[in-house]
Nanobody, 125 residues
Framework: EVQLVESGGGSVQAGGSLRLSCSAS????????MGWFRQAPGKEREWVGF????????SYADSAKGRFTISRDNARNTVYLELNSLKPEDTAMYYC???????????????????WGQGTQVTVS
């Protein structure tokens, strides 16, 4: 039984920063690839980035490159998404997700992730 819980969202002005956290419980394999996605009302879920099990090879969507940073602390079973230079178009519900096992490769396709958090809202005005 794996549960992912996001936190750290909020309302900020354009140009501001936030750090989102995703805490895992009942997470059998801390080395699984984890991804971040976001979804605004009426829009499809959009890939933001992912990080491998050791946190050594993060990848980002074009919209996130240079502004967002993904990291992880496996000792705390937590993955982070640091949002910088935020823009109004970044407004969305942000979700973290995990692959089923450490043997599953990282992917930008949401349907390939097995575990999902409930989301945390980011609003940029």
């Amino acid at each position: 039984e794996v549960q992912l819980v996001e936190s750290g969202g909020g309302s900020v002005q354009a140009g501001g920063s936030l750090r989102l956290s995703c805490s895992a419980s009942g997470y059998g394999n801390s080395l699984a690839c984890m991804g971040w996605f976001r979804q605004a009302p009426g829009k499809e879920r959009e890939w933001v980035g992912f990080v491998d099990g050791r946190g050594s090879s993060p990848s980002y969507a074009d919209s996130a490159k240079g502004r967002f940073t993904i990291s992880r602390d496996n000792a705390r079973n937590t993955v982070y998404l640091e949002l910088n230079s935020l823009k109004p178009e970044d407004t969305a519900m942000y979700y973290c997700a995990a692959r089923a096992t450490a043997y599953s490769s990282c992917t930008a396709v949401a349907g390939n992730y097995y575990y999902w958090g409930q989301g945390t809202q980011v609003t940029v005005s």
